[in-house]
């Protein structure tokens, strides 16, 4: 208990900087995997093409190795971010790759004569998408994106060995002024369960609210 | 092949016409992107012999391959002993006993909901164990969690008409379970664990993190090199095809077990999930 009391700005500090990489990188993985499942569902094929590359490299890239070259990597490339800034791109764009697929999966869910009958109405394209297709997709995509982003919150950890302010590196210091590391240890897992267990909360409300099970 | 989705109506000739012209288009915005970072790799200099030149010299391509055959360690003994515990704790969650039951889900429900690397920490840091069997514990733990409820999805998703079956010709629990449930429920989730042994592979990497001397540890020995231009870029390309190649074929031997499993006669009675990792809430139970 005196690891916390006595280190609470210090695990405070940890905290804010897992919430606002979760945050950020959320937003950015939300937008870009949008997107992507857009190219991916497009009528063009050099964009699909691109969406499906996309997401085939970057599911089957290792996100330490994400991070090794976004951070290592593109400094040599002349391109100099605060570190925090590259974090939330690697987290972004590895993640964004997981919601492309959950977004195109909802919208492969929407039977056919939906799109059908929505166009016999003589509706637009925009109008087929925006009030018949994407509120159909949305829904059954809740759960999946929940899990995702999950996921996103507990792969933020990888960001604290590249010299990010995190939750998880807030362990060296603690460790150093010589607190019982298993305490220390346990109040970080006690800080990830109340992220993970806050957006795993916050999706059951969003699927209770407009969920439907197909 | 957009035919099949709810968006579009088959195209006529001016549509077609009018996606030409978006194809084009987009061509040459995707190819003005990849000249630009062509030309940007070029002009920071990343094609240099110099930062090549280490990748002839036999003992850095040993050091590379050395760190491959550790990375394949650490990710063998993870695969087997995840299989095993995800069995175990299975075994556990689906027991008839309250208390094995309670301790079972604990215990996924914890290990699910950590971050790997916290825990792969916590064994090397606090424990003070060396790094190959804190990565190994750290993922086994994890990936063991997660295979658990695949395994449990698995033999719920058979049909209820096979272990009711099963009961009515005299088989007790452990034979409706070993002789009639498990084998079904496993084929069902066979491109799912495949899946899951994807990620466990992608994860090794975080050995990296704690000093393992893997993969992307040599890359990083070789990167850190002053001597030879610091050849970080050439380094991650040369290491990345190879990652990316290793997970793209197992993710691909899952995609075809699934396509073979769902023709097969022996998964009747029972869904074939798809090759993915699973997507549960924390907390769910209803699959």
């Known amino acids: 208990m005196d690891v916390l009391t006595q280190n609470f700005s210090l695990y405070g500090e940890g905290f804010l900087g897992t919430v606002q990489l979760t945050v950020y990188a959320s937003l950015l993985a939300l937008g870009l995997g949008v997107l992507m499942a857009g190219f991916r569902v497009a009528p063009v094929a050099p964009l699909r093409a691109f969406g499906t590359a996309w997401v085939t490299v970057l599911r089957n890239t290792p996100l330490t190795l994400l991070f090794f070259a976004v951070m290592l990597g593109l400094p040599r490339f002349g391109l100099v971010l605060p570190f925090f800034t590259f974090a939330v791109l690697a987290l972004g764009c590895y993640t964004s790759a997981f919601i492309c697929e959950a977004v195109r999966s909802g919208i492969n869910t929407v039977p056919l004569g939906q799109g059908e009958a929505a166009r016999s109405l003589g509706m637009s394209f925009p109008q087929t998408l925006g009030a018949v297709v994407l509120p159909q997709a949305f829904r059954t995509v809740i759960p999946p994106i929940g899990s995702t982003l999950i996921a996103l919150a507990k792969n933020s950890a990888i960001a604290g060995s590249f010299s990010v302010t995190e939750l998880l590196g807030t362990y060296k210091p603690l460790n150093e002024l010589g607190y019982n590391i298993i305490w220390t240890f346990l109040w970080i897992a006690v800080g990830y369960l109340i992220i993970t267990l806050a957006i795993s909360g916050l999706f059951h409300v969003l699927e209770r609210r407009w969920g439907v099970p197909r | ?287």
């Not at chain 2, 550790?70 to 995800?86: C, D, E, M």
């Not at chain 2, 629990?173 to 066979?190: I, S, W």
């Not at chain 2, 997970?247 to 009747?268: D, F, G, I, Y």
């Open chain 2, 1 to 287: 092949m957009t035919a099949a989705s709810a968006l579009y109506d088959i195209p006529g000739p001016r549509a077609r016409a009018r996606h030409r012209t978006y194809a084009l288009l987009a061509t040459l915005v995707l190819l003005l992107l990849l000249g630009w970072v062509g030309y940007a790799l070029v002009d920071t200099g990343q094609f240099a012999a110099e930062k090549w030149r280490p990748f002839e010299y036999k003992g850095i391509q040993l050091l590379l391959l050395r760190g491959l055959g550790n990375t394949l360690k650490a990710f063998g003994l993870a695969a087997v002993l995840s299989l095993a515990l995800g069995g175990v704790l299975a075994a556990g969650r689906l027991s008839d006993h309250r208390p094995v039951r309670w301790v079972a889900t604990l215990v996924v429900e914890f290990f699910r909901a950590m971050p790997l690397l916290v825990m792969i920490f916590f064994v090397f840091v606090a424990l003070k164990v060396q790094p190959l069997p804190a990565l190994v514990t750290g993922l086994t733990l994890y990936n063991g969690s997660v295979l658990a409820e695949v395994f449990r999805a698995g033999v719920n998703s058979v049909e209820r008409g096979q272990r009711e079956a099963a009961y009515s010709l005299g088989m007790n629990k452990t034979q409706v379970m070993a002789h009639v449930l498990v084998p079904q429920g496993v084929r069902a989730m066979l491109p799912a664990i495949i899946s899951q042994l994807v990620v466990a592979l992608k994860d090794t990497s975080l050995g990296f993190l704690i000093t393992y001397e893997e993969f992307l540890h040599a890359g990083k020995l070789i990167a850190g090199n002053l001597d030879y231009g610091l050849p970080f870029i050439p380094v991650v390309m040369i290491i990345s095809p190879v990652y990316i190649g290793m997970c793209m074929l197992l993710s691909w031997l899952a995609n075809w077990v699934a396509k073979r499993e769902r023709r097969s006669v022996k998964t009747r009675a029972v869904e074939v999930a798809p090759a993915a990792p699973t997507t549960v809430l924390p907390g769910d139970t209803q699959t």
